[in-house]
């Protein structure tokens, strides 16, 4: 089942370009893992595609490289965010420790837009020129079911409290 999340993420990824690129993960990391709500969306837009089991493979390869080719920069970035959040906010170093960690988050949010850009062009790159457009009628009716939901909600706030 892992496998299909990761590869719908990465599909509906490639298929969303122009939406949301970074999405954080629970621990502080960055990733695919944190999907929320939009995952659900993304494994029937892989469904609805129709995939080839060669299409199907290519992606999971692109994913994989993705993954391995960044998760050593992940993890820097995690040790960094916890050491800093050890650390007493009066205590030597402490400004600067946050200084340094804001610059190195900066750089990897840039990193992570420019490689998710690149995972997505090489994900669609895949995709036959039938499946692209149907793609983007599908992109354009998850995005209207978002606009209807935000509507919704804005027309209907949640009591406060809860």
């Known amino acids: 089942m892992r496998k299909y999340t990761l590869l719908g993420l990465a599909l509906a990824s490639a298929l969303t370009i122009g939406t949301t690129v970074a999405v954080a993960a629970p621990g502080g990391g960055h990733g695919c893992q944190g999907h929320g709500h939009h ?3 993304r494994m029937m837009m892989m469904h609805k ?3 080839t089991e060669a299409q199907k493979a ?10 391995s080719q960044n998760k050593t920069a992940r993890q ?20 600067a420790a946050a200084d340094s960690l804001a ?8 990193a992570r837009v420019e490689q998710m850009a690149n ?9 036959t020129p039938t499946q692209q457009a149907q793609a983007a009628t599908l992109r354009a009716q998850a995005q209207a079911r978002r606009q209807k939901w935000q509507q ?7 009591p406060s409290g809860q």
């Open 39 to 41: 995952g659900h969306d």
């Open 49 to 51: 595609l129709n995939l």
């Open 58 to 67: 290519s992606i999971r390869q692109i994913i994989r490289s993705h993954r």
């Open 76 to 95: 820097a970035l995690q040790q960094q965010r916890q050491a800093f959040e050890a650390m007493t906010p009066g205590s030597a170093g402490y400004q």
């Open 103 to 110: 610059q190195a988050s900066a750089r990897a949010t840039q």
């Open 119 to 127: 995972v997505r062009a090489r994900v669609y790159a895949v995709l």
């Open 152 to 158: 919704f909600k804005a027309q209907n706030p949640t």
